[in-house]
């Protein structure tokens, strides 16, 4: 899917921006609340992109009505979470900049139905890294079971747990922001080499710029009266 947003267009609506102590982020589509939505349209610009999100991915059973737009300076991070019972279980994220990895690992309830102690059971199970004009989709059991975050740190390990290895992008070890599948080919071979020197780490993302991130969610239930809750 061609993306025409950017990083720019996202900073024009600089007053939309609210700072949090480890990012900042836009809220757009309306309220969520812990039982609906108390809605706002989506603005064009959004509508447009989510709409073809909807159709590209095809799994939402009505249109995409909410946008956490989140940005993250170099060091910056979200800590392990999981998104909240008022959203459909299905969340895509679109990424803009500077890459980053994502994290996930075992809910406690997992470790818990399957005796798993977290010796057992690796802490990080999945990562995945998020390459600018890439879209994540997670669902189901990886919505439910598990917890996604980004770390926050200067650099992100790329180790076996990354599940798109083919679009890291490695060059030197190291995830560049502009994928060519040439480059993408080469780095399988650098990787191998890498490994085996650097123990579980293949490779790093140096995170030197700015991440902005488009994570796109359907609320199921819409309220237009706050006192009908
Ligand atoms: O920035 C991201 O990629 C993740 C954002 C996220 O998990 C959220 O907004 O709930
Ligand atoms: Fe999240």
């Not at 995409?64 to 392990?80: A, F, K, T």
């Not at 502009?178 to 071979?189: E, R, T």
Request: hydrophobic share 35%; glycine share 8%; aromatic share 6%.
């Amino acid at each position: 899917m061609a993306c025409q947003l950017s990083v720019s267009h996202v900073n024009s609506y600089s007053t939309k921006w609210k700072s949090l102590s480890n990012r900042r982020l836009q809220n757009w589509g309306g309220v969520v609340h812990e039982k609906g939505l108390l809605p706002q349209q989506l603005p064009p610009w959004l509508s447009d992109l989510t709409g073809r999100i909807c159709e590209d991915v095809g799994l939402y059973p009505s249109p995409i009505n909410h946008v956490l737009i989140n940005e993250y300076h170099p060091g910056q991070g979200i800590m392990p979470h999981q998104d909240g019972p008022a959203y459909f279980p299905v969340v895509t994220i679109l990424s803009l900049g500077s890459p980053a990895v994502m994290e996930f690992t075992a809910h406690t309830k997992l470790l818990e139905s399957t005796g798993s102690t977290s010796s057992s059971l690796p802490q990080k199970a999945a990562s995945v890294v998020l390459m600018p004009g890439s879209l994540l989709i997670f669902k189901d059991s990886a919505y439910q079971d598990y917890l996604h975050g980004i770390s926050e740190s200067m650099e992100h390990i790329v180790d076996r747990t990354v599940v798109n290895m083919d679009k890291a992008n490695l060059q030197n070890g190291e995830a560049i922001g502009v994928q060519s599948p040439a480059d993408v080919q080469g780095s399988s071979m650098l990787c191998d080499e890498l490994e085996s020197c650097r123990g579980d780490a293949i490779g790093v993302v140096k995170r030197t710029g700015t991440r902005i991130s488009l994570t796109c969610r359907l609320v199921p239930k819409v309220r237009r009266n706050l006192f009908k809750f």
